[in-house]
């Protein structure tokens, strides 16, 4: 398994951010070389990475492992000036090039642009913005370019992390140009890209009142077609953790009124595992539930 994380310098200076490459399960790291030389812009943030405490960005990793993004972070944003790819493992990065729906390019450092992979299909990758831009690249993010976004989809800054980081957006695993999407107050959402004519779909799937903020995936239930989905939010009036067997048609609350954990800042499945999910808090660490130990 390979996994690429974006990771953070410790409090007092011991270790510095960047992006750290594993490929056994993260029993051992490897550093990988900065995107240096590129331009100014970019050289500043990755001088300001190696400070204590700072964040290092957003990550994403192609379907076939062979193309990895780097979206470059400015505090709690990314902007979209700063967003690179290599594809041998960063020993040579290239800058991505984002253009508007005129064709014409994407500077703007007020910009933003948090990148997601499909989990299926190499070529693509999803570019998420503020104010709910979206921008798909067909060419493993050599290019992305904006295109329209349904009118009843919020309005959101999608371009942030940790506290500025309204949505948890997630794509699929075993399906090409799907996207899941939890904005919040505007409830759950499934985005879905169609390659051929360049387009998306944007569909509720949660109730209008339902209140959705964070999700993810997990295992299916024996015999399902469907993966088994699990979110953090505000379900018929009732604040909880839930599972949906059936991609949101239905409902089941996971935990009791004593098992709500402060801050939640994110939360999943596991993909072997059917009933197995893991949540982020705030506070706590990370922590585990199933059904068959009844706790979480």
């Known amino acids: 398994m390979l996994v690429a994380v974006t990771a953070r310098g410790n409090w ?4 510095i951010g960047g992006l750290i490459w594993s490929e056994n399960q993260c029993k051992t790291w490897l550093r990988l070389p900065d995107p240096v030389g590129i331009t100014k812009k970019i050289d500043t943030l990755i001088a300001a990475i190696k400070k204590p405490n700072t964040n290092s960005g957003w990550t994403a990793i192609s379907a076939d492992a062979k193309t990895l993004v780097w979206a470059i972070g400015e505090g709690d944003r990314l902007p979209v000036d700063a967003v690179v790819y290599t594809e041998n493992r960063g020993n040579t990065w290239f800058k991505c090039r984002v253009f508007d729906r005129s064709g014409h390019p994407v500077n703007d450092p007020d910009k933003t642009m948090k990148v997601l992979s499909d989990r299926m299909d ?3 990758f999803y570019g998420f913005g503020d104010d709910s831009f979206l921008y798909i690249s067909t ?3 050599r290019t992305f370019h904006r295109i329209s976004v349904s009118e009843e989809f919020p309005r959101l800054e999608l371009g942030g992390m940790d506290g500025r980081m309204p949505a948890e957006i997630r794509a699929e695993s075993g399906k090409r140009g ?7 107050e505007q409830g759950l959402w499934r985005l ?10 944007f569909q509720r799937v949660s109730k209008l009142g339902d209140k959705i903020y964070r999700q993810g995936m997990g295992k299916e239930a024996p015999g399902s077609p469907y993966k088994t989905l699990y979110v953090n939010g505000i379900i018929d009036g009732d604040y909880g ?8 048609r239905t409902w089941q609350r996971i935990n ?3 098992q709500m954990f402060g801050d939640i800042r994110s939360i999943v499945g596991d993909p072997r595992e059917f009933g197995r999910f893991y949540i982020a808090t705030g506070s706590r660490g990370v922590l585990w539930g199933k059904p068959k130990a009844e706790r979480i």
């Open 12 to 15: 007092k200076g011991k270790t």
């Open 256 to 258: 009791k009124e004593n």
């Open 122 to 124: 190499p070529e693509v």
């Open 178 to 184: 799907v996207v899941w999407i939890a904005t919040g």
């Open 192 to 201: 879905t890209f169609h390659k051929n004519s360049k387009n998306a779909d």
């Open 139 to 141: 060419d493993r993010a």
């Open 241 to 248: 953790f839930y599972r949906s067997l059936d991609e949101g």
